[in-house]
């Protein structure tokens, strides 16, 4: 009942007096079937009327309770300390207010029997606003508390378990964020749960596998249902721990979900026993089936080893231990990143998809070891237990391959060196014979031909001299191969005279100054000969092919630049345009200026293949109508 009900029921009448509640019948009809506990006084205090369910909980009948002040009939004491609660009528009446009973009140009754209640007394004002009486509303709520007592109870005696039990146990919000973390999920992350209640874990777990757990969460709020599986852990102290994990959702009194509740036991333990039968089987079966093909596979120069499904090793050859310095009973039973660490996984993808498929499969990669590389080719077939790997190796094979393809291409750049020098020399043999051939001709079919003529012999002397010259160039081209590299002191002045000596009279007829620096290096320690003919032919060419419309300059120098000698020999003459003949310069049989000056086009092939025997090689910078430098490098010893 209301305080609005209450005090439209009980108004004053018109003397101004408090009227007689217990004379009005229907009234007392109405407080009779109510459910709570119902005493009306007036506003001093009296029992007035009271319904039946406070006659059973006081323990007083109406007719005797009437008239009498209602801190005799209704004993009210504090819980626990018997002390005697406030007069909550009077306080009623004098504030004009509900007062409420406060928590932990015991109801005595009459007989002795006590009953935790909870009340409220409220005032009966009429229509002046003045109290005309006091309603003591109260109900037993003994069952109630001692429930409530239980809950509670109950909770501290869970949260108990929770906080010290071995368990990872944990609450979420549907957004992910943390309501509850107890001690051992502390522990294992080396957490504050204090400090992280209301935050989301990637606030403080930044690793991939606690943020795949992260969208598990997720699956639990959108799929309305429980999941388990098993994941690692990495504990704070850095060792790894196997877990089965369940998270489920949790449910308010309305039966919607609300929250998160995860739970994960460590199987660590249990999870290694079982591994380790499965390994003690699997190492039995592989065992019988060992004794059949053992003697072959270890006996196999390559590589050969088997997986089951949980990529264990159940087999490793000779030949897997010689490789990685690992014996076979040290890697039997492990898995290969347990074996490998992080190079084990290098080969996962493809030995997941034969798993999955059934089919082999193979390819080539290289290992580098060190600075050593390795070329295997790599078989992975599937067995009834999992895989086996075979691998070859291809390093010497591919090498041959190389090395044969190498010497192919060299053998084919020297054919073709080889047709070109012998066009060369027979284009060069050819026409001092026929000059030749056409004298001794002249002196058989013309009577007038004296065979004693002055210039008729010195022709004949000039021909067999280019005969000469060119049977030396052939000499030495197929010799320079062949000459053992005995090597002297040069002193390059010396050398440079002797060559001034030799080309003489092409010096005078070209006019032709000749300087040289030997400053830095006088004095070298190489293969003479060498040394003598690059220079040769880098001198004769300036003097062939000198510019006609100034004086000719030859300047010969060597110098030192890390631990290389550089015979240097630059001229002012036609020079040669290397935007078009770069790539051959230094070929065999390649002239650069037509046929209007006598060459062979061997000279500067000489030269590269001499730089090449000394252990160098041969650069030119040259500018048409300007002049060229020629560049011998070769190591200094």
């Not at 079966?285 to 196999?300: A, C, F, G, H, P």
């Not at 065979?451 to 160039?473: F, H, P, Q, R």
């Amino acid at each position: 009942m209301t305080e609005h009900s209450i005090n439209d029921s009980y108004a004053n009448n018109d003397s101004g007096k408090s009227l007689d509640i217990s004379d009005d019948v229907w009234i007392s009809k109405i407080l009779h079937k109510m459910g709570d506990a119902i005493i009306l006084s007036d506003d001093n205090g009296v029992v007035l009327n009271m319904n039946e369910v406070a006659e059973n909980l006081t323990g007083w009948k109406l007719e005797q309770s009437q008239g009498k002040p209602i801190e005799n009939i209704f004993n009210a004491i504090h819980e626990g300390v018997s002390f005697p609660v406030q007069n909550l009528v009077l306080k009623a009446s004098n504030e004009k207010r509900e007062i409420a009973l406060p928590n932990h009140t015991v109801l005595l009754k009459r007989n002795g029997s006590q009953f935790i209640i909870s009340n409220s007394a409220i005032p009966i004002l009429d229509d002046h606003s003045n109290v005309s009486g006091v309603a003591l509303v109260f109900r037993d709520v003994t069952e109630q508390s001692i429930i409530k007592k239980k809950l509670n109870e109950s909770e501290g005696l869970l949260k108990g378990i929770l906080e010290n039990t071995s368990m990872i146990v944990y609450i979420k919000d549907l957004t992910g964020r943390y309501l509850f973390i107890n001690r051992q999920k502390e522990k294992v992350y080396n957490i504050d749960a204090s400090t992280l209640i209301g935050k989301y874990s990637t606030e403080h777990l930044k690793k991939e596998t606690d943020l795949q757990n992260e969208q598990t969460h997720f699956q639990v709020v959108r799929e309305n249902r429980q999941i388990e599986f098993e994941q690692k852990i990495k504990h704070a102290d850095g060792s790894i721990h196997y877990y089965h994990t369940s998270k489920f959702p949790l449910y308010d009194e309305e039966n919607k979900m609300y929250a998160v509740c995860v739970v994960s036991t460590d199987i660590t333990e249990s999870k290694k026993n079982i591994e380790m039968k499965e390994m003690l089987l699997s190492k039995e079966i592989v065992q019988k089936s060992e004794l059949r093909y053992d003697v072959l596979t270890d006996n196999m120069p390559n590589m050969f080893f088997s997986l089951d499904r949980k990529y264990r090793h159940t087999s490793f050859n000779k030949a897997c231990e010689k490789f990685t310095g690992k014996k076979a009973e040290d890697v039997i039973g492990k898995t290969i990143d347990e074996v490998y660490e992080d190079n084990g996984t290098l080969f996962l993808p493809e030995y997941k998809v034969v798993m999955k498929t059934g089919k082999a499969k193979n390819f080539t990669t290289t290992f580098n070891i060190g600075e050593e590389s390795y070329i295997y080719r790599v078989n992975i077939y599937p067995t009834e237990n999992g895989i086996s790997v075979l691998m070859t190796d291809l390093t010497k094979q591919k090498q041959s391959e190389k090395n044969t393809l190498e010497m192919v291409s060299r053998l084919e750049t020297k054919n073709k060196e080889l047709r070109q020098f012998a066009y060369a020399v027979s284009h060069d043999l050819r026409a001092p014979i026929a000059r030749v051939l056409g004298l001794i001709s002249l002196s058989r079919n013309d009577p007038g031909f004296i065979i004693n003529d002055k210039t008729i012999l010195e022709n004949v002397a000039i021909e067999i001299g280019n005969l000469d010259n060119v049977v030396k160039d052939i000499n030495n081209a197929i010799s320079i191969r062949d000459e053992a590299k005995q090597k002297s002191i040069i002193e390059m002045e010396n050398e440079l005279d002797l060559i001034k000596k030799v080309l003489e009279n092409e010096i005078k007829e070209s006019n032709a100054e000749i300087t040289y620096d030997f400053s830095e290096q006088p004095v070298i320690s190489s293969v003479k000969s060498y040394i003598y003919s690059i220079l040769y032919n880098l001198i004769s060419n300036a003097l062939k092919y000198r510019s006609k419309s100034r004086p000719l300059k030859i300047h010969v120098q060597t110098k030192l630049e890390d631990e290389m000698i550089i015979l240097s020999v630059e001229d002012n003459g036609l020079g040669i345009d290397l935007s078009r003949n770069a790539e051959k310069i230094f070929g065999l049989y390649n002239r650069f200026h037509g046929k209007t000056i006598d060459g062979k086009g061997i000279g500067l092939n000489l030269v590269k293949v001499q730089a090449e025997s000394l252990g160098g090689k041969a650069e030119v910078e040259s500018t048409v109508n300007v002049g060229s430098k020629f560049k011998i490098y070769f190591p200094l010893e």
